[in-house]
């Protein structure tokens, strides 16, 4: 689950994390309101940023730098309902509904410091880099000496030589340096204590009064986590998520959106992945990652059928589903109730395989829907691409 830009501040700053000042607005006058408040605190310059789950708004015109008080209003004005396009939004970009007037810094060097999981290694590392403010991607392309990664024993925990070893590595010294240890060690404590899979600060900066804050903060939060923190669950923003995710949420259903013209129904992640795998091999391009789970129902079954016809890319469906716990002739049963209740507009072809295959094919036969069947994976491949092609 991501979170916005000022959450995720909101998050570091309960751990200690010094983060730059903020305040959030949804209209144009809480965004002046905001700049007034942090004013009277004897704030003079400020940055309006765009909040969208997307990085890379500098680039798109999504920050602006306000060197007065009257520039926030403008600023505002300009962002809040822009289409902002961003490296990471896709080209139709992403509408700006929030945004954050934060009270402007002196930056004398912006650094990169970062948090996630190594799946190789099994353990969290931190990665940091003096080359920071730019893509973390490209410095780790070009010049991955750059960036120094430390990891951390999961039966240790973060120990306070490592984080020293990183500001060391930044080139902090003295305040600067206690500083940066500090908020190494905050981050991390916040990146656990959060079941954060991602927390990333770019830039980290020194500024020019030798302090080390966070001007920008990414967190990614663990969806399966989120029941032991309703607080943090309260931050989803459904509107920044694709529509047809947060549908399939309501159903329990496992659905990530796809680009392709395939749209594809399995029981079981692995299975749903080898499915997409065979699509692509037969010429296809899987429209969407769909794991039903273990019982799939009639309802469960029409819900996905739903979300699947409302991609306007999808031109057939795969149903594949291997009975082991579930009975094929179950979810055949499901499959028709599904088919009859709405207008299947697609092609359909249905895959059965293993308890009760063969009364589940039958039930597919004597329904008299249009929908086509198939034994082996690669026959009801063949048979897609064919539809495609139709
Ligand atoms: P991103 O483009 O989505 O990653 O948004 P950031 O929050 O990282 O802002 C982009 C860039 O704007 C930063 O790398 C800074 O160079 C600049 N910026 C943001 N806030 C400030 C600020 O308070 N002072 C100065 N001088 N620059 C800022
Ligand atoms: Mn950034």
Redesign the pocket.
């Known amino acids: 689950m991501k979170v916005h ?1 000022y959450q995720a501040k909101e998050i570091l700053d309960q751990y200690g994390v010094a983060v ?1 000042r903020g305040i959030v607005a949804d209209t144009v006058e809480e965004a002046v309101e905001a700049a007034q408040t942090m004013a009277a605190d004897g704030v003079t310059q400020f ?1 309006v ?1 765009a909040q969208i789950h ?6 798109g015109g ?2 602006k ?1 306000c060197p007065s008080i009257d520039d926030v209003k403008p600023a505002a004005e300009k962002i809040l309902g822009m289409q902002l396009i ?1 490296p990471q939004t896709g080209a139709e970009g992403q509408l700006v509904r929030k945004v954050l007037v ?6 004398a060097h ?1 650094y990169y410091l970062g948090v996630t999981l190594d799946r190789a290694t099994g353990m969290d590392v931190i990665m940091a880099s003096t080359e ?2 730019v893509e973390i991607e490209e410095v780790a392309e070009a010049t991955p000496e750059k960036i120094v990664k430390v990891h951390v024993d999961p039966t240790t925990g973060l120990r306070s030589y490592q984080a020293r070893e990183i500001a060391f590595q930044l080139g902090l010294e003295g305040t600067a340096f206690k500083e940066g240890v500090k908020f190494v060690m905050a981050l991390y404590k916040a990146y656990r204590a959060s079941d954060a899979t991602i927390a990333e600060i ?2 980290l ?1 020194k500024t020019e009064d030798g302090r080390i804050i966070a ?2 903060a990414k967190m990614d939060l663990d969806d399966n986590a989120m029941f032991r923190h309703k607080d943090l669950a309260e931050m989803r923003d459904e509107a920044e998520e694709d529509p047809l995710e947060v549908e399939a949420g309501k159903h329990n259903l496992n659905y990530i959106k796809l680009d392709g013209n395939v749209g594809c129904m399995v029981n079981g992640a692995g299975l749903a992945m080898g499915t997409m795998d065979l699509i692509k091999l037969a010429g296809g391009e899987p429209a969407n990652f769909l794991d039903v789970g273990g019982t799939a129902s009639p309802a469960t079954t029409e819900a996905g059928f739903r979300i699947i016809q409302s991609d306007p890319n999808v031109k057939a469906i795969l149903v594949n589903i291997f009975g082991g716990i579930v009975r094929c002739d179950r979810v055949a049963k499901g499959v028709v109730e599904a088919a009859s209740n709405m207008e299947l507009t697609v092609p359909l072809i249905v895959r059965l395989q293993g308890t009760n295959a063969e009364e589940g094919m039958q039930i597919l036969k004597d329904s008299g829907l249009p929908i086509q069947t198939a034994i082996r994976l690669q026959e009801a491949a063949d048979k897609v691409t064919a539809a495609l092609d139709a």
């Open positions: 830009e730059q940055v940023k997307a990085g890379g708004r500098g680039k999504g920050v730098f961003t934060t009270a402007a810094e002196d930056i912006e920071g403010g770019n830039p900066v001007l920008d």
